[in-house]
């Protein structure tokens, strides 16, 4: 300590900062351009750095859009071991303190967790942090522009049940029910990721509809022109 001055800011360029990545990362940006190191009289020095991670996730859209996720992102050092390197978490669950709200998901639950592995090459533990994250899924913009689409559609094809065979507007009801389930089944097909896990059970819902207007139409049709 000189005088009253108990700490300092210092440059990253002028301190060696532990190389601690996100494994399974599918883009990391650090933001460390206006970053600087809290240097205390003591020697300890603390860092905080903003950054964008992108994380590969295995997701289950079964119950799209109701559906729920869990990610998990494992913090680690890429070259040094835990006899160089130790890392733990402040905080181990549920600390929501800093989240900013999504518009798209809702953060259910979060927890950090310290594991160590032995990998075959060393005999040195090397310690990482998972990560995980229960996420949720905002639905109410997707019931409004994809489920009650879908619904409403429905009812006219069961309407159509009604009118009779003879009637060519039932087979303009067909062809045009069949095309805006179509259009709709494009719809989501585009909001979902590509996965053979797992077939949301609106995409089924979207293809038997279009399955069962289909063959309306079809018969219908066969019934015009044989009688």
Not at 63 to 83: E, R, V
């Amino acid at each position: 300590m000189i005088g009253d001055l108990l700490g300092t800011q210092k440059s990253l360029r002028s301190i060696w900062i532990p190389d601690i990545i996100l494994y399974n990362n599918a883009a990391q940006q650090y933001l460390n351009e206006m970053t600087t190191a809290g240097v205390v009289y003591d020697g300890n020095i603390s860092l905080s750095m903003a950054g964008i991670f992108k994380s590969s996730c295995a997701l289950d859209v079964r119950f799209y859009p109701f559906d729920f996720q869990n990610c998990l992102m494992k913090f680690a050092s890429w070259a040094y071991d835990g006899t160089k390197i130790d890392i733990w978490s402040d905080s181990d669950s549920d600390d929501q303190s800093k989240y900013m709200i999504s518009t798209e998901w809702t953060l259910r639950h979060v927890r950090a967790v310290k594991n160590s592995v032995i990998y075959s090459c060393c005999s040195e533990p090397y310690p990482f942090i998972d990560v995980h994250l229960l996420l949720e899924r905002k639905p109410l913009f997707f019931i409004i522009f994809l489920c009650l689409p879908c619904v409403m559609i429905s009812m006219l094809v069961l309407l159509g049940f009604y009118m009779s065979s003879d009637s060519g507007e039932k087979v303009t009801l067909g062809i045009t029910s069949l095309l805006s389930t179509t259009v709709f089944l494009m719809l989501v097909s585009e909001h979902l990721p590509p996965t053979a896990d797992a077939l949301p059970l609106i995409g089924i819902y979207y293809g038997v509809t279009i399955f069962i207007v289909s063959l309306q139409t079809a018969f219908t049709v066969l019934t015009v022109i044989n009688f």
